[in-house]
C-alpha cells in the first residue's frame, strides 16, 4: 500500500463546477504539499500546508492533522484547470517528498 | 526573476553513453531536490543536496547514477552507461531553506534512450 494515496485517479467536470481531490497519508508528516503538472510536463507548487486552511484564487486547500487526509478545492472550474494534480507528503522524520500518484482532471467547456 | 532552470529539455542517449542533466536552482536557493517519473508513473524522490553536500541519496540507484552540487555552477545529476529504463522526466527542485519553504520545479528534462 503506497504511504500517499489519491482519489479519485481520473476526474471530468463541466466548466463552472465545484472540484474535490482528496489525499490520504499513513505517516506522521510536517508538510503536505499540492503539485499541479500541466500537459506539457512542467510542475508548479500550488500549496504547502501543515494545519487547517489555505486560499489561493479558486482553489483552496485544507488538511486534518488527525485523520491524516487533505483536499485539494477547485471553485467553478476552468477548461484551463485541466491537469494532473499530486499531493506530497513531507514525512516528520526527513527531508524527501514521497508523491501520490496524481490525479488526472479534465474540464470541458 | 529566473525560475529553477534545467537542461537540457530533451536529451536522446544511446544504451551505453553517459547523460548528464544540469539544474540552476532560483537565485537565493541553496537546496535541491532530484525527482524522477518513469512513463506512466508518479515522482520519485532521487536525491536531496546543499552546496557542497549530499544530504539524502536514499532514492537514487547505487550504480550509475551520481548527484552533485557545487559551490560554483549547477547542481548536475549524472547517469552512466545509461539504460532504456532510464528512460523518463528528471525534476529538478529548489528551496532557499530547509523544510520550511515550498520547493520551486523546473520544467524537467525528458531522457529517452535509444
Known amino acids: 500500500k503506497n504511504e500517499v494515496e489519491q482519489s479519485p485517479q481520473n476526474l471530468t467536470a463541466q466548466e463552472g463546477e465545484f472540484i474535490t481531490i482528496n489525499c490520504s497519508y499513513s505517516?506522521?508528516?510536517?508538510?503536505l504539499h499540492w503539485l499541479q503538472q500541466h500537459p506539457g510536463g512542467g510542475i508548479v507548487s500550488l500549496f504547502m500546508l501543515s494545519s487547517g486552511k489555505k486560499k489561493h484564487g479558486r482553489l483552496i486547500a485544507t488538511i486534518n492533522i488527525q485523520e491524516k487526509h487533505s483536499s485539494l478545492h477547485i471553485t467553478a472550474s476552468h477548461p484551463r484547470d485541466s491537469a494532473v494534480y499530486i499531493c506530497?507528503?513531507?514525512?516528520?522524520?526527513?527531508?524527501?517528498?514521497?508523491f501520490g500518484t496524481g490525479t488526472r482532471l479534465a474540464v470541458r467547456p | 526573476n529566473a525560475g529553477v532552470m534545467q537542461n537540457p529539455r530533451h536529451l536522446v542517449r544511446r544504451r551505453g553513453q553517459e547523460a548528464r542533466l544540469r539544474c540552476s536552482p532560483m537565485?537565493?536557493?541553496?537546496?535541491v531536490y532530484w525527482y524522477r517519473q518513469l512513463p506512466e508513473e508518479g515522482l520519485k524522490f532521487m536525491v536531496y543536496l546543499q552546496k557542497e553536500n549530499i544530504i539524502d541519496e536514499s532514492g537514487m540507484p547505487k550504480e550509475r547514477f551520481s548527484a552533485e552540487f557545487p559551490k560554483e555552477g549547477p547542481s548536475i545529476l549524472r547517469i552512466q552507461q545509461v539504460v532504456r529504463g532510464d528512460s523518463a522526466a528528471y525534476f529538478c527542485a529548489s528551496s532557499p531553506r530547509r523544510n520550511d519553504q515550498p520547493q520551486h520545479f523546473g520544467d524537467g528534462t525528458r531522457l529517452s534512450i535509444l
Open positions: 537565485k537565493g536557493h541553496s537546496h
Open positions: 505517516v506522521g508528516i510536517s508538510a
Open positions: 506530497a507528503a513531507r514525512k516528520s522524520s526527513g527531508d524527501k517528498l514521497t
